[in-house]
């Protein structure tokens, strides 16, 4: 399965230094299963560590257990937990495993993927897990399940399922964009709608935010707007700022200026604000250095603004407060 990344690339609003990367884990794993460490021996300068299959996703669908082969000197490494039923997400290692002189018959061998959050911990019931659910969309589309049925069942995850799968989710419908074409009306309106009333978990906001601007929704703009003061964490509203520039362009300053006129509170008022410094177009410079520059909430505005003007209009307020 391919990635198709359109406007993301562009955007760059979550600073997707992701710590899950789930989605890229399945993506390129050759076999994906939930299993468990039974056992552990060295081999030289790596480990081996033999799991118990239970349940096979995809790949490997013939192997009652697999070896893990694991270097443990590597610090920034992924690698099997004793005693825990986890998803794996495998590449093969057969060439490795000839390399090494490792016995046949202890095979098949692999590696972990190195994606961060690519090997969760499973719950009892591994039909019903959000995770092993999520793994089997992906297998079954792999396997010729039709991209409407697919994308259908994927918009469903994003709308319903726990943290962090809906977010990995939301993630891989921005990198679809053959998949996002195959959504309905109806499920444009729910993302929308989830994406502009979630107040407790930024990274699925914003994720869903950037769904929703890939696939350039009307309105969407005032939609995320409304959370701007509810939610007060920064990374938001550089998300709507940047957004709005992607939809708007130069509009997009006017549109959250509009907005500004009837908020009352101050967390909402320096929100929008944010968000319009965090637009960068030239119109949000200029409506910025019209207003009060002593004002603090001004001032944070100017500094999310990238240009010269802006930079320059703070370093001089902060030149004539240190006299």
Not at 29 to 49: E, T
Not at 127 to 156: C, K, M, N, W, Y
Not at 183 to 207: C, F, M, N, P
Request: charged letters at 25%; hydrophobic letters at 45%.
């Amino acid at each position: 399965m391919r990635t198709f990344p359109i406007l993301i690339s562009t955007l760059a609003l979550t600073a997707i230094a992701s710590a899950q990367d789930l989605r890229r884990g399945l993506l390129q794993a050759d076999a994906v299963l939930v299993g468990r460490q039974v056992g552990k021996r060295p081999h030289g300068d790596v480990a081996l560590h033999r799991v118990q299959v239970i349940a096979h996703v995809r790949g490997a669908t013939q192997a009652r257990a697999v070896t893990v082969i694991d270097w443990p000197q590597l610090s920034l490494h992924i690698r099997p937990t004793p005693r825990q039923s986890r998803l794996f997400c495998l590449q093969d290692a057969s060439a490795v495993a000839e390399r090494l002189g490792l016995p046949t018959d202890g095979g098949p061998y692999y590696k972990l993927v190195g994606w961060a959050g690519s090997h969760p911990l499973v719950g009892k019931d591994v039909d019903q897990d959000p995770v092993v659910r999520f793994a089997r969309v992906l297998a079954d589309a792999d396997r010729g399940t039709s991209p409407e049925i697919t994308a259908a069942a994927l918009a469903h995850m994003a709308i319903t399922a726990p943290a962090p799968v809906r977010t990995e989710v939301a993630r891989l419908l921005t990198e679809r964009g053959d998949l996002r074409s195959k959504l309905s009306g109806v499920h444009w309106t729910q993302l929308v709608a989830r994406a502009s009333g979630e107040v407790d978990d930024i990274d699925y906001k914003i994720a869903l935010a950037e769904l929703c601007c890939e696939q350039r929704i009307d309105g969407l703009l005032d939609a995320l707007a409304v959370s701007l003061g509810p939610v007060t964490d920064l990374r938001y509203a550089r998300c709507v700022g940047r957004i709005g520039n992607v939809l708007h362009g130069e509009g997009a300053a006017d549109k959250l200026l509009a907005r500004l006129r009837f908020v009352a509170k101050d967390a909402d008022r320096r929100m929008l604000l944010l968000a319009i410094g965090a637009t960068n177009t030239r119109s949000a410079a200029d409506a910025l250095l019209r207003m009060d520059r002593a004002d603090a909430a001004v001032q944070a505005a100017l500094r999310e603004h990238r240009s010269k003007r802006a930079r320059a209009a703070v370093s001089k307020k902060s030149a004539r407060s240190r006299r």
